[in-house]
């Protein structure tokens, strides 16, 4: 149910999603449906809830129990952030909440408390772990979150919105989009006089 739910969702948004349409898709009956969800709120959140936020829990998990180098850490976040997240299907999530959060503002703060928020936590702690080791200088950390994470987010709804109908031609490949990004952070996190490479492939 909730990965037909997911998939409604994301192909119609949510104000156009019936829970008729999911319980079809899903090959149950909309009375079935109700046994486990109230409603199509409740749906919504646990779709969110199943599916996007253990991509942030574990990325937080491993990330308290790596030795790694926090540049690496940077690395890998974006990384895992865009194969777990922006490329997939979830990312037409965050386009459903940009596009529809006037009407349904409940589920915008949702949103930003199950996901947004916790990401941008985890951002940050890795950021100020390179810090308190001396790897990155001091910086406006909550600034540098959210003007790191924009790039991001914006070339993942771009792509499950806008590059579909028109493409240019001139998309930039992801993978140079992420290493040009990375390499634009660790440009604004490194010491004074110093060059800090991006870690290797």
């Known amino acids: 149910m909730l990965d037909a739910a997911l998939n409604l969702f ?3 948004g949510y104000a156009a999603t ?37 991509l942030i829990e574990a990325f937080e998990r491993d990330a308290a129990l790596s030795t790694a180098g926090s540049a690496e850490l ?3 976040f974006f990384r895992r952030w865009w194969i777990s997240f922006g490329a997939t299907r979830l990312a037409g999530i965050a386009k459903l909440v940009v596009g529809e959060a006037g009407n349904f503002p409940e589920l915008a703060r949702f949103f930003q408390q199950e996901v947004v928020l916790p990401n941008a936590a985890l951002l940050r702690s890795i950021i100020e772990r390179g810090v308190r ?16 994470m924009a790039p991001m987010v914006m070339r993942a709804i771009w792509e499950h919105s806008i590059l579909p109908c028109c493409p ?4 930039i490949p992801v993978d140079r989009f992420l290493a040009a990004h990375l390499d634009f952070v660790l440009g604004a996190l490194a010491h004074a006089g ?8």
């Open 10 to 12: 994301v192909e119609k």
């Open 18 to 54: 019936r829970l008729d349409d999911v319980a079809a898709r899903a090959g149950v009956s909309k009375g079935t449906l109700y046994l486990y969800y109230a409603g199509k709120e409740e749906l919504f959140k646990a779709v969110v809830r199943l599916n996007i936020v253990p």
């Open 74 to 76: 940077l690395r890998e």
């Open 133 to 148: 080791q001396r790897e990155f200088r001091a910086i406006d950390v909550d600034a540098c979150v959210q003007l790191w």
């Open 168 to 171: 240019s031609g001139t998309e």
């Open 194 to 201: 110093t060059c800090m490479p991006a870690p290797a492939s």
